[in-house]
């Protein structure tokens, strides 16, 4: 689960402050980060919520960015308009 590493660093945390957020021991979070155990599907859905992504982006379904995607910019006002759509189709961000 690489995506967790990524997501950790890019919201500039320590294993110690994901500890303290989300009550995951730093060992088991360490843990889910390099593939050596696999998180419950209610900690998945935990960690989904705090970073503001989906499930599917955790697991690495969709690996691409939108633009990478679609090879085209997205109005993402308007999917979000005329679609309902709360979360980006191609990379599972949060519109």
Do not use: W
């Amino acid at each position: 689960m690489n995506r967790l590493k990524e997501l950790r660093k890019q919201h500039g945390l320590t294993l110690d402050d994901v500890e303290e957020e989300l009550g995951i021991g730093r060992g088991t979070y360490n843990n889910y980060e390099n593939g050596k155990t696999f998180p419950k599907l209610k900690t998945l859905i935990e960690m989904a919520s705090f970073y503001d992504v989906t499930i599917d982006y955790l697991l690495g379904v969709n690996r691409g960015r939108c633009e990478d995607e679609t090879n085209v910019a997205l109005d993402f006002d308007q999917l979000k308009e005329e679609y309902g759509f709360e979360y980006c189709p191609y990379c599972g961000r949060k519109l």
